[in-house]
């Protein structure tokens, strides 16, 4: 799933209304398992102007990058610190590390490529699944329409407990986005 989307379903999960303390450790949370992949996107224009591009790309591939990804999409760790937590009666961190097992949990059924080693440290087992969240050949095209349509829905959810509008503005772009996004890539509409 797109990062934006984990952070808004697992705010509508997890959230509540009248416990304003659950929101930022549960988007937080729900972003911190792609920071890796968000520092490798983002570093790339900038190393590409030092690396030739076929050298960077293999980066991606590196024990040590995906073990910075596997890790931080380790369901193992998100256990153990929502056990530590609640073990410290800590709310805020025991919601971070429930935000990252939803994570988690959301992306097992839909990364049919460059799937995450989700149980490190007892295994490296990737999990390919027949669906992909935006490869056409794995039927992306079906489900990135319905995982628009759920962001749609949380952030209606989201928008009953009375947000303050400045949220309600950020959900809005991120919807209008991720709308775009779709008509891009699917539909073929350049603009």
């Not at 949370?29 to 968000?38: A, E, K, R, T, V």
């Not at 800590?90 to 990364?111: K, N, Q, S």
Request: glycine content about 6%.
């Amino acid at each position: 799933m797109i990062t934006t989307t984990h952070a808004i379903l697992n705010s509508a999960l997890l959230g509540r209304q009248g416990r304003p303390g659950r929101g930022w450790p549960v988007v937080l949370g729900s972003m911190i398992p792609d920071l890796p992949m968000f520092l490798y996107f983002f570093t790339v224009p900038i190393l590409q102007l030092f690396i030739h591009h076929d050298l960077l790309h293999r980066v991606y591939y590196w024990p040590y990058w995906r073990n910075c990804v596997d890790w931080s999409h380790s369901i193992p760790l998100a256990l153990v610190g929502i056990l530590l937590f609640w073990l410290l009666k800590r709310e805020g961190a025991i919601y971070f590390f429930l935000a990252m097992l939803f994570h988690d949990l959301e992306d097992l059924p839909v990364h049919a490529t460059f799937p995450h080693a989700h149980w490190v440290p007892f295994s490296r087992f990737r999990y390919f699944s027949p669906i992909s969240y935006y490869d056409p050949r794995f039927f992306g095209a079906f489900f990135a329409p319905f995982e628009w349509l759920l962001v749609v829905l949380c952030v209606w959810v989201l928008w009953k407990r009375g947000l303050k509008p400045w949220v309600q503005v950020s959900l809005l772009v991120v919807c209008v986005f991720q709308g775009m996004w779709l008509v891009y890539f699917y539909a073929g509409w350049r603009w």
